[in-house]
DNA sequence: GAGTTTGAAACT
DNA sequence: CAGTTTCAAACTC
């Protein structure tokens, strides 16, 4: 609040005294202005009385009564709206603690307003001060400004006497700097109106909590706020502080009671100016008070609300983390700027800052950082507690984050992680706890290419239980300001780990230490690179997505911001070579209970698509961390050329089987060395045997062999052509594996892969089905061998058959990829009428008459299903075998721990027989280079 | 924390 | 495509 700019921000001591209103302002005719469009409400004495006994508050006379200009008025109004943009003013909290309340606000215009507002005991809660600032540009400042009646409203329901400020025009809860209090604000109707004061709109904002702290919010309006107790501990001060004005007044209000605050009343000015007093809000944790000082001795006051609602926003945050998942794939823009420092991120963290969520994109625009208009990316929401909202305020200067109503809002963890939204794979798994990255570390948390986000939108939306706990701190997400002029940041996370991060969230610290061990190594960790510059899949920022920030130990970094187009060429490059190169290296689970339900299960993530050529360990005998499939928690498939292969999830030549011990503890995230042996496989010795004997057998995932049903005797399938980028606008890729996994029994997979450009992005649709026949008609369940063919497990009924697909849109052009990284369509495909079997010499004949397929009913139920990168099983016990499935290229194919497999044949649902395709819904870490297609395109796919 | 081991990634 | 080198994480002490 010291800036140099500004005039005087807070002064400890409020110097003006003089009552009578200063006619200049009265006269002005901005208010002239104001009045007529400002819902302006005659003062309620009636609560004054209550509040302020002493205090008798006349009805304001009309404040303005001349339509003169003022040219004083007129001129601070302008310089104030000059600064809304390069705004050196600023709106500081700060604790007032008994300050002279003497205050003749009357005297000052508006612009030189200082408010102070002082709340009363604060009964051992944290206090809590919220106030919104809003933005505007210089255009619009006069229209919002007088716009925006400030109202007190009182909140608490616990304590009536608890007020808060909110904007008439009821902004939403995406306010930026609203705090809400935890109870519905009741608004000012139980409020006196003569403690109703509105406050100037300056260009920054400085918020001290009790300790002072600072935050200078660029292009904001101007208030100043003081929280913390008083000396005596019982209230808080909040000062609004016009920036222009040159004599810095403290208002001194009354506490929640509406009662002078002790230290207010025992200040000479103390009730003594409560006539002065325009307005008071105050909050049990935090009061805010508003000061109208020109119509201080006025009848009339002017109500302008603020969203200063504190706690409710807080519960109503973990109300929606608890209750929702993240639906939007992750996607982080560039431009948004993400807590820039530890506090921030601690504030965003702790204070469970809604952000972004939902597909509401929200931009915040640095330069205008708070929106007076109420527009959904404009605005942010804040709420906080004193300090938390204080420091964030403090260090982040502009809270360019919008927080979008978390409602509907998935997190895909996933996405978080691998993707470029996120990053971390298998770190989506955990949440990140209080302590996962050192403070120095959670200084600068990683951010993400701008390529990565949707140009226009740039939008990160995050999910306030993610933003706070998972994203900001544990994945130390940041979004940098490129520029001032391109800094909106929208934050999408997405939606498939919601419940991850809720679950970890829920998790003991031991747990969540556990798994912040386990996973935060996954994806989530910052790189050391050294000779790699981080432009490589050395780097695990790199292969994950993201920036490297602060976090990062690495040596001349190219992976920033400032190196975007390098970093895009070079994954570009990195692409070519292998598609799946930044899809989802490691794939953690979520579970950390050995849940017995299906909600437990779906937590699982699916492995890894990146290792879609398996592991080659040598040494290691897949025991240890260095063998990607057992760090993926997977096991190795034929695809492996791994040698002595003693993964513990699964060994090569078991195909998959995973001791029944393992999966236990798998489920309870004991990621044990299982090297002692002894797994209790489930073996189906019959496709591995054959699967090995046979020289072709050794197939990777993306080489899947075909072979015939009949016991072993494969006849070698073609080798089609692995998941790749098709030049052509639109491509078709068929996949047709066959195999016979027991005498009786051929389970084929159908994979078709469908790439088609439109407009200017691709849409990938990846149909993969796999369809066991079994000669006594019942499904085989997969192992959890994850390799990329053998682990599509939905059992989906013939091509021909109509099935559910899901398009997802791989937004490979970053820019856009905001808006639509991941979008999941639904609709009901005939596979037969479209697909070609292009490479497929072998077309599934449907001959295998003797198979009971499950038909999988042409619902909706699918689309839910793949909501998010639960493996459908998982989720629903009922789902229908037949699912097909449209993926991103980078998606995940894996098959599910044994554990669950196992729980699931113990199911009585038909539909836990089936097999099971377990698909990463995740986007790419990095989007597709191509330019994804419009999702109305992707519709007329359907 | 330093050094070693390991295997993926990159290079040739 | 195979062999080699590079690289950084994983691991060990």
Redesign the pocket.
């Known amino acids: 609040m010291d800036s140099p700019e500004t005039n005087k921000i807070v002064t400890s001591t409020s110097t003006s005294s003089s009552t009578t209103s200063s006619p200049v302002v009265q006269e002005s005719p901005f208010f002239n202005y104001l009045r007529t469009l400002s819902p302006i409400k005659p003062v309620k004495a009636a609560h004054v009385a209550q509040g302020f006994p002493e205090l008798s508050i006349p009805t304001p006379p009309p404040v303005f009564t001349s339509p003169r200009l003022n040219p004083q008025s007129e001129t601070i109004f302008l310089n104030r709206s000059k600064h809304f943009h390069s705004s050196n003013k600023k709106l500081s909290i700060g604790h007032e603690g008994n300050r002279d309340r003497g205050t003749d606000i009357s005297e000052r215009p508006i612009s030189r307003l200082t408010v102070r507002l002082v709340s009363c005991s604060q009964k051992g809660r944290d206090s809590k001060c919220s106030a919104q600032v809003q933005p505007s540009s210089p255009s619009q400042f006069v229209d919002e400004f007088l716009a925006d009646p400030v109202e007190v409203v009182r909140t608490n329901s616990s304590d009536p006497d608890v007020t808060c400020l909110n904007h008439v025009d009821d902004t939403p809860e995406v306010q930026l700097g609203c705090i809400r209090s935890k109870e519905t604000t009741v608004k000012e109707n139980n409020v006196n109106d003569e403690l109703l004061k509105y406050v100037e709109n300056g260009s920054d904002v400085q918020i001290k909590s009790s300790e002072q702290t600072e935050v200078d919010l660029q292009g904001r309006s101007v208030a100043v706020f003081k929280t913390g107790k008083m000396e005596n501990g019982e209230s808080q001060s909040v000062v609004y502080q016009d920036l222009a004005s040159e004599d810095v007044n403290d208002i001194n209000f009354p506490n929640s009671c509406i009662k002078p605050v002790s230290g207010a009343q025992n200040s000479p000015h103390g009730k003594a100016r409560m006539g002065e007093y325009a307005g008071v809000a105050s909050n049990e944790s935090a009061e805010t008070k508003i000061v109208d000082p020109e119509e201080t001795g006025q009848n009339q006051r002017v109500l302008r609300r603020r969203c200063l609602q504190f706690e409710a926003s807080v519960a109503h945050r973990k109300s929606i983390f608890s209750n929702q998942g993240f639906s939007s794939p992750a996607i982080i823009s560039r431009c948004s700027r993400l807590p820039a420092n530890s506090t921030e991120m601690e504030m965003l963290e702790s204070s469970e800052l809604d952000c972004g969520i939902s597909n509401n994109i929200c931009t915040a625009n640095s330069s205008q950082p708070m929106a007076s208009k109420p527009s959904p990316c404009a605005a942010k929401t804040v709420e906080t507690h004193n300090d938390k909202l204080n420091r964030s305020v403090r260090n982040g200067g502009n809270p360019s984050i919008k927080a979008p109503l978390p409602s509907g809002i998935g997190l895909h963890l996933n996405s978080i992680v691998n993707t470029a939204a996120m990053g971390c794979t298998a770190s989506l798994s955990r949440k990140p706890s209080e302590n996962d990255y050192p403070s120095a570390q959670r200084e600068k948390p990683p951010s993400v290419p701008n390529q990565y986000l949707p140009t226009e939108s740039k939008s990160f939306s995050v999910p306030a239980s993610v933003l706070g706990k998972f994203s900001v701190k544990r994945l130390g997400y940041e979004l940098e300001t490129q520029s001032i002029a391109d800094n909106s940041a929208t934050f999408q996370f997405p939606n498939d780990n919601a419940d991850q991060i809720q679950e970890f969230n829920q998790l003991s610290p031991q747990k969540k230490r556990k798994r912040t061990f386990t996973n935060e190594?996954?994806g989530c960790?910052?790189?050391?690179?050294?000779?790699?510059?981080?432009?490589?899949?050395?780097?695990?920022?790199?292969?994950a997505g993201i920036y490297c920030a602060e976090p990062?130990?690495?040596?001349e970094c190219f992976n920033k911001p400032q190196y975007e187009d390098k970093v895009l060429e070079?994954r570009k490059?990195?692409e070519s070579?292998?598609p799946l190169?930044f899809a989802p290296?490691?794939v953690r689970r979520v579970t950390d209970s050995p849940a017995n339900s299906i909600e437990e299960n779906k937590k699982v993530t699916p492995a890894s698509a990146?290792?879609k050529?398996?592991?080659?360990?040598?040494?290691?005998?897949?025991?240890?961390?260095?063998?990607?499939?057992?760090?993926s928690g997977v096991g190795c498939s034929a695809g492996?050329?791994?040698?002595g292969c003693k993964n513990a999830f699964g060994i090569k030549e078991g195909y998959g089987e995973v001791s029944e011990r393992l999966s236990r503890k798998v489920d309870g995230e004991s990621w044990e060395?299982n090297s002692d042996g002894k797994l209790a496989m489930v073996t189906r010795s019959n496709f591995i045997e054959q699967e090995h004997c046979h020289p072709h057998n050794n197939l990777t995932p993306l080489t899947p062999s075909l072979q015939y049903p009949n016991q072993g005797k494969d006849v070698h399938t073609s080798r089609l052509p692995g998941r790749r980028f098709l030049p052509s606008p639109e491509s078709e890729t068929n996949h047709l594996s066959l195999y016979a996994k027991s005498p009786g029994s051929t389970r084929y997979v159908f994979t078709h892969e469908r790439r088609s450009k439109m407009g200017d992005g691709n849409l990938d649709i990846v149909f993969d089905q796999e369809v066991e026949f079994s000669t006594t008609g019942r499904i085989d369940q997969f192992s959890p061998r994850w390799d990329g063919f053998e682990d599509i497990c939905d059992l989906t009924p013939l091509p021909q058959t109509s099935s559910k697909a899901k398009a997802i849109l791989s937004p490979s052009n970053s820019r856009d990829s905001g808006k639509v990284s991941q979008i999941q369509l639904q609709g009901s495909v005939r596979l037969s009428g479209s697909l070609r079997w292009r490479s497929s010499p072998i077309t599934p004949t449907p001959q295998l008459g003797e198979s009971k397929l499950r038909q999988e009913p042409d619902s909706d139920v699918g689309c839910a299903i793949l909501e998010d990168d639960t493996p459908d099983i998982l989720k629903d016990t009922h789902t229908p075998i037949k699912t097909v499935k449209a993926s991103s290229p980078n998606q995940k194919r894996v098959s599910p721990p044994h554990n669950h497999l196992h729980n699931l044949r113990s199911s009585p649902s038909p539909g836990l027989k089936s097999g099971r395709k377990f698909v990463l819904q995740s986007i790419s870490s990095f989007p597709p280079l191509t330019p994804y297609s419009d999702p109305k395109d992707c519709s007329s796919k359907k």
């Open positions: 190594d996954e960790k910052r790189c050391n690179c050294r000779r790699s510059k981080c432009l490589k899949l050395y780097c695990e920022c790199f292969a990062c130990a690495c040596q070079t490059q990195i070579r292998n190169a290296k490691i990146r290792h050529r398996g592991c080659n360990c040598k040494k290691s005998m897949c025991l240890k961390k260095y063998c990607e499939c057992y760090q492996c050329r791994c040698e060395d």
